[in-house]
């Protein structure tokens, strides 16, 4: 176990380094200077000048990174060139957003996939099972952004239920909150269960022909108890292994959904910062991503060891 | 000279929920914008949605611009002028306290201006203090510019978002808690959502009531968002709507107004002036005259906006409608072609940033070149970053479109360097005759004369004005429907019962 975090760890730093190097490249050699963008089209070059130097752009690139990443060493991640505060508190300030919104669609996405595989896997290739065939296809296919779209002309502009955009503040009370979100977590949350669906019956099925589930039939458990007790804990490796690659998509589909719902979220940010070339910006939010992403496959390991026995004895 | 509005108000209801009656009248309001400002300090960088929330609002002038496009006074009540335009003396208000206590007076106008014109001086449109030699306070209710030369604009530009008074204590933070002496104070910015600015109690001009307590600014950067957000009252007024082609849908949803004014975002397609074959001017004249612009506004901005002939839009004194000078006339324009050399055509490379104006009107202009054997390949650049770096900076390109938002920028064709990499003398001098004179009808009458010798010579090919798409609640009052200049003044809004 502590070796596995030690090692986890380890990784986590050298791809952290990795990443901030690539992306502090990748920046510099997009064309575009921040200080020009803020500027406009009339400012003279003296005025261009003096901004590039009180935004320490005059410096050669080695020294901006070096700089940089002794803060973010020192748990500084900077200013950010375009909005003028601590990207720290930016990046706090839009994760109120983004990770309620990614855990709204992670459980809306398991709460509707697993049932829905697992009593397609009981009636395969019965009609549930042809339906649920068609949901999951159907989400698949159809991309987040447009699905968000259709609920804000539904639930919004004809219905009149939910905001059709935008983020109260979670100080406007968590039920104002909720509701700003429960259509973005609905659009980002389709696709996900769909293809959860597929994976979830797909892998229910393989288990249902294993013998420890025919001996939990012959010993006389109902079929339900069956299933539920022994097929579903057995079937859920896969499930879970596939919910923490879509954490990733999740990520990147948040910044489509963000932009239709006008969320205040971290994909918004990071949007912004790059259209802006707020290098500082984009770096600490790659930066953070990539921890993000690094972070939910451990813990996704770490569920393996507490849904299968055998791994936990593996790993003592 | 102003173009007569086209006010549409449309009637009948397709979508019903029709709000029960309110009992007090509504004293906050929410306005949509598409882009979010980054920073709120107008004085320290470009981008017009800083002035658009706080200027005027929050921020004010020695002098301001009024809807009309007017210079009128605002902290300076009065000024005069010295017989040789090299000495302004201001009055400046008396009471006029910024929203932190501070008094203002002419120390700290002088700080204000001082800071904007310095040698570490970020202020986007700095070039215009540059005739300043001194400041001068002899009382606090006096201040003197002392100028190097005359600079007939110079109460215009002091109206200017960019020129807006801020006081010593406060001035570095602006940037994310502007402190100013306008009707509104700051109250906060929850970033990559809303500004919220509530009513200054303490405003010095007790002869303009404010009528509104609250007022947000929500940033909502998709059309289709705007549009949604609009319709189920999310929003109340997007004084700027993104997209023309969704106008149609306000249509018979009798609570909202549309109100088609104009702003002073010109739409043009510079040429590089020193880069063959468009240093030569029958060349420029051709292109021009293979353009039909009713039919540009028409395919690129759903027939919203006005043609223009020359760098000058309706708004702005002195306008003539110079679209007459180069009419649309292919024939003409293929025997100019012939008679600069090119009898067979040529071809060239568009820059054309993402924006959805700059890629319609590309590729209508593609197939109107083609209509004269001329070949256009349209190469798309990224908006503001890549398109900043290699046209503003580099002037690496032959053709490229783009919205000029500055108001009165006629001189920028007298820039060097800028990207047109236009040079006419006659042109440069005329503009030095406006700044040498402080009479208003005869800056007219010059303006005049540049905007006919820019429309006579095509540096850039002159399009369109783009439209202001004002959409709100139809019992919001006291918006501007026109935009002389990039804002969204406040003070004047309210609440129809």
């Not at chain 1, 064309?31 to 005025?47: E, F, Q, R």
């Not at chain 1, 813990?299 to 299968?308: E, G, H, Q, R, S």
């Not at chain 2, 209508?364 to 890549?386: D, N, R, S």
């Amino acid at each position: 176990m502590i070796s596995i975090l030690t090692r986890r760890t380890i990784s986590l730093v050298v791809t952290l380094l990795i990443v901030s190097l690539l992306i502090f490249t990748v920046m510099d050699l997009l064309p575009g200077d921040p200080a020009a963008i803020m500027l406009g089209t009339s400012a003279s070059p003296d005025t261009l000048a003096a901004l590039q130097h009180s935004l320490g752009l005059d410096r050669p690139l080695p020294i901006r990174y070096l700089a940089w990443l002794a803060g973010v060493a020192q748990g500084d991640l900077g200013q950010s060139y375009t909005y003028g505060v601590p990207v720290a508190g930016l990046i706090a300030e839009r994760l109120t957003v983004t990770l309620p919104l990614a855990l709204m669609a992670v459980v809306l996405s398991v709460a509707v996939a697993v049932p829905l595989g697992v009593q397609a896997a009981r009636r395969h290739n019965g009609p549930f099972d042809a339906v649920a065939g068609v949901f999951s296809y159907i989400s698949i296919a159809v991309p987040a952004f447009w699905v968000g779209l259709l609920l804000i002309i539904a639930f919004s502009t004809m219905l009149g239920w939910l905001p059709a955009g935008g983020f109260p503040g979670w100080d406007a009370g968590l039920w104002q909150g909720l509701k700003a979100l429960l259509l973005p977590a609905i659009a980002l949350a389709l696709p996900q269960a769909g293809v959860l669906t597929r994976i979830a019956r797909a892998a229910v099925l393989d288990v249902m022909n294993e013998d420890f589930v025919r001996t939990a039939r012959a010993k006389g458990l109902s079929e339900e108890a069956a299933v539920w007790r022994h097929a579903v804990p057995n079937a859920l490796i896969p499930v879970v292994t596939m919910l923490g690659l879509q954490f990733t998509f999740l990520i990147a589909g948040a910044v489509l959904v963000e932009n239709v719902f006008n969320l205040p979220g971290l994909g918004r940010l990071a949007f912004q910062a790059l259209s802006q070339r707020d290098v500082i910006v984009m770096q600490d939010v790659v930066l953070f991503f990539s921890a993000l992403v690094i972070v939910m496959n451990f813990l996704v390991d770490l569920a393996y060891l507490a849904i299968d026995p055998r791994l936990r004895a593996g790993a003592q | 000279m102003r173009r007569a509005l086209l006010a549409l108000t449309v009637s009948t209801a397709a979508l019903g929920a029709v709000l029960p009656a309110q009992a007090a009248p509504k004293t906050s309001v929410t306005i949509g914008m598409a882009v979010e400002p980054t920073g709120l300090d107008p004085t320290v960088a470009a981008p017009v949605a800083i002035g658009q929330v706080t200027w005027q609002n929050v921020f004010e002038g020695l002098t301001t611009v009024d809807k009309a496009g007017k210079v009128q006074p605002q902290l300076a009540t009065r000024w005069e002028i010295s017989p040789d335009g090299k000495t302004y003396t201001f009055t400046l208000a008396e009471g006029v306290t910024f929203h932190n206590g501070v008094a203002f007076d002419s120390s700290v106008a002088k700080f204000a201006i001082d800071r904007a014109r310095g040698a570490d001086s970020v202020n986007p449109q700095k070039r215009y203090f540059a005739a300043i030699e001194s400041v001068e306070t002899p009382d606090p209710a006096t201040l003197v510019l002392k100028l190097s030369r005359p600079a007939g604009s110079l109460l215009y530009w002091l109206g200017w978002p960019a020129s807006v008074m801020v006081e010593p204590k406060t001035a570095a933070d602006n940037k994310t808690t502007p402190v100013g002496t306008g009707p509104f104070k700051f109250v906060s910015w929850a970033k990559g959502s809303k500004v919220e600015l509530a009513k200054n109690p303490d405003y010095w001009n007790k002869s303009a009531p404010v009528k509104l307590d609250t007022a947000s600014f929500r940033f909502i950067a998709d059309a289709q968002a705007q549009a949604a957000a609009l319709k189920a009252g999310d929003v109340d007024a997007f004084p700027e709507f993104g997209a023309p082609e969704l106008i149609a849908s306000f249509e018979g949803d009798k609570k909202i107004a549309t109100v088609i004014g104009n702003t002073e975002l010109k739409v043009v397609a510079g040429m590089n002036n020193a880069r063959k074959p468009f240093s030569d001017k029958r060349v420029r004249q051709a292109l021009m005259m293979a353009v039909d612009r009713a039919t540009v506004v028409d395919g690129a901005w759903s027939g919203f906006g006005t043609p223009i002939g020359s760098h000058y839009t309706p708004n702005d004194r002195g306008y003539k409608d110079l679209t007459g000078v180069h009419p649309y006339d292919a024939e003409k324009a293929k025997a100019l072609l012939s008679e600069a050399g090119f009898p067979s055509g040529f071809s060239f490379t568009m820059k054309a940033p993402q924006m959805a104006y700059a890629q319609r009107t590309s590729q209508i202009l593609q197939a109107m070149f083609a209509e004269i054997g001329v070949t256009m390949t349209i190469e798309t650049t990224e908006f503001p970053a890549k398109w900043v770096a290699d046209v503003l900076k580099a002037a690496d390109y032959d053709m490229t479109i783009v919205a000029h938002a500055e108001p009165m920028d006629i001189d920028i064709f007298a820039r060097d360097p800028y990207y047109f990499n236009y040079k006419n003398a006659a042109f440069n001098a005329v503009l030095a005759k406006v700044e040498a004179t402080a009479d208003l009808a005869e800056q007219d009458k010059l303006y005049g004369e540049a905007q006919a010798m820019l429309a006579e010579d095509v540096p850039a090919l002159f399009l369109f004005v783009m439209p202001k798409l004002g959409v709100w609640d139809a019992k919001l009052k006291g918006l501007w429907e026109n935009e002389p200049i990039p804002s969204n003044v406040l003070s004047e809004v309210f609440w129809q019962e």
